[in-house]
């Protein structure tokens, strides 16, 4: 039995359009995928990550008149800020008050040294543990002091926290804990401790939502 | 209504109106020939003045006036249709003008804007000249309305970025602080309580969704509780993305997915695709009080949306992409919410990653969402 010739040709020309059809569809899928070659988002970002800053962004715009201060004691992590707070202080320095020595303010009579720091109740560790002179420095009252009697500046008072807790301490310089300034971009600049948290009573309050959300149906 | 026209007829009320209408509108001989027609047809006279155009077999027919000439010419279909469309568009424009009698300069721009708005293309496909114009008509438009200027970015994605998400189970106590922010930030409706952020209060000693309380009201946190914060989490393989019938909406190169408002048809297939519930569809048309409209607005983020598109958190794309965090991440008095570049190493949220334990919602359906959990 003999095929005729014009029906050979015709076979031949749906098998090469078959084929055409068939590297396009695959050319196009490839297409659609080409963005996402890595398996996962974790070697995505371990493939494309350039060294920082890897961004023109800034958060020096945000910033405005703001001074920060580098974060000291911060070794494993790069170098962090946190903000000038002396001159936030509202009674800084302390001398202008704190003239005399403590025993001496403590035994005149109350009419010539009206009662200052009347609202302040330590509710942090106990009386055990704490007491003012645990973080004040009664020598120089215008600092903060360490176990160890070593003067600490308000600007760093962190590490007067890190004392006891070491770990949240941990968790700040890294980032987990704590609370950046200004936006993400470069540099980094977080929240002191006493930003957030009243040093003298830093729990964290019981209080009334911000917002009432409508029943989800 | 038959008697009605009779008794304006009487009245001469309806006659004078017809050739008022005829007389202002410019389009005299059709006035006049519409106040005949339906002169007659009102009157219910057997033998109108002129005659009826339609041929009557009793009545015979009087002389080919100027109307049955016009209303027996022969056209062609082209013709007639677009004669058709002129009429409905000089009948549509009469028509706004005689609803609106104090129509004035404004309100036409306005017109203008909201017409040239409607043929605009999908944000994607815009060149810069195109975006530029929207952006313009879109800031015109609220000026003209709302005596107020706002500025719509368009920023585009920074190059080195890949923003990511952490939250911290441990410091979230349910103040709702973010929420609050976000819903100002972002625009959205107060008229229906709308929120892409939802705090789910979990009974200790279990994650279920489904037993969690997200309309609590009481004084928080509660004893033997524990809260767990959810939006969009901008996933790397984005179902709703795929699923859109249109492309309306997409991932942008730094990881945000965005919708493109004026292009959205309001399917809503998204909404169902998404296992996370972080899309949210506009049944009405938005309010937001004037005094509370955040004026620093992005194209892709919280520009005022409308009535049938969906809208989804963008992690404040209007502020990210200046280098600010979201708005949740600011509000947050908790510091439970940290945001970040993925590709920056020395980023917060890649020491997370690094030194946390974190897991992620629904892993498993491979959706790779940007937004990790973790605890202290």
């Known amino acids: ?217 | 209504m038959k008697e009605r026209v009779e008794e304006m007829l009487a009245e001469n009320i309806l006659k004078v109106d017809l050739e008022d209408a005829g007389a202002s509108t410019g389009f005299e001989s059709e006035g006049n020939l519409l106040s005949v027609l339906m002169w007659s047809r009102f009157n219910g006279d057997e033998n109108p003045k002129p005659s009826c155009p339609l041929p009557s077999r009793d009545v015979p027919s009087p002389p080919p006036t100027v109307a049955d000439q016009e209303m027996k010419r022969q056209v062609d279909r082209r013709s007639a249709m677009k004669s058709i469309a002129a009429g409905l568009f000089a009948g549509f424009g009469l028509m706004q003008t005689a609803c609106n009698p104090l129509a004035d300069d404004e309100k036409s721009e306005i017109s203008r804007l909201n017409w040239e708005e409607y043929f605009k293309g999908n944000f994607r496909l815009m060149s810069e000249e195109e975006k530029a114009a929207t952006v313009r008509r879109i800031e015109r438009r609220y000026q003209l309305q709302n005596k107020n200027t706002i500025k719509v970015s368009t920023a585009a994605a920074q190059p080195g970025v890949l923003y990511g998400y952490a939250f911290n189970i441990s410091k979230c106590r349910g103040y709702m602080d973010c929420v609050r922010g976000c819903i100002k930030e972002n625009n959205q409706d107060r008229k229906s309580g709308m929120q892409y952020i939802r705090i789910h209060e979990h009974k200790k000693g279990q994650i279920n969704f489904e037993h969690a309380q997200d309309d609590f009201f009481h004084e928080v946190p509660v004893e033997g509780h524990f809260y767990i914060g959810t939006q969009c989490f901008q996933c790397e393989n984005p179902p709703c993305v795929d699923v859109c019938p249109v492309q309306a909406t997409w991932k942008e190169t730094d990881g945000i997915v965005v919708v493109d408002y004026d292009w959205c048809i309001g399917c809503r297939y998204c909404e169902a695709a998404c296992p996370y519930d972080a899309r949210r569809f506009n049944w009405h048309d938005p309010v937001v009080p004037k005094e509370e409209v955040n004026h620093n607005q992005h194209y892709l983020g919280n520009r005022l949306r409308k009535k049938g598109v969906m809208e989804k958190c963008t992690f404040c794309i209007q502020r990210s992409r200046q280098g600010k965090n979201p708005a949740c991440v600011e509000a947050c008095p908790t510091g439970a919410r940290i945001f970040g570049n993925l590709l920056d190493p020395d980023s917060e949220i890649r020491w997370i990653l690094k030194n946390k334990k974190v897991f992620r919602l629904k892993e498993d359906l491979g959706t790779e969402p940007k937004f990790w959990y973790f605890m202290d």
């Open chain 1, 1 to 217: 039995m003999k095929i005729p010739s014009h029906k050979i040709i015709l076979s031949i020309k749906m098998l090469i359009l078959l084929l055409a059809s068939l590297i396009w569809a695959g050319c196009t899928g490839e297409d659609e995928h080409s963005q996402s070659t890595h398996h996962s988002l974790l070697e995505r970002l371990e493939h494309e990550s350039a060294p920082s800053p890897n961004t023109n962004l800034t958060i020096e715009t945000n910033m405005e008149n703001t001074q920060r201060i580098p974060v000291k004691d911060a070794a494993d992590v790069p170098q962090f800020y946190v903000l000038e707070r002396s001159s936030e202080i509202t009674k800084y320095p302390c001398t202008t008050c704190h003239n005399q020595p403590l025993a001496r303010m403590k035994a005149g009579p109350k009419a010539e040294n009206p009662r200052a720091h009347w609202d302040i109740v330590i509710q942090h560790a106990n009386a055990d543990v704490m007491n003012c002179l645990t973080c004040h420095n009664e020598g120089k009252i215008d600092q903060l002091q360490l176990l160890t009697g070593r003067e600490v500046s308000f600007e760093h008072s962190y590490q007067v926290c890190a004392q006891c807790h070491s770990r949240q301490f941990q968790d700040w310089t890294g980032g987990a804990h704590g609370k950046r300034i200004a936006g993400w971009a470069p540099p980094r600049v977080v929240n002191n401790c006493v930003d957030c948290h009243n040093p003298h009573q830093p729990a964290w309050e019981i209080r009334w939502p911000a917002h009432v959300s409508k029943p989800v149906k």
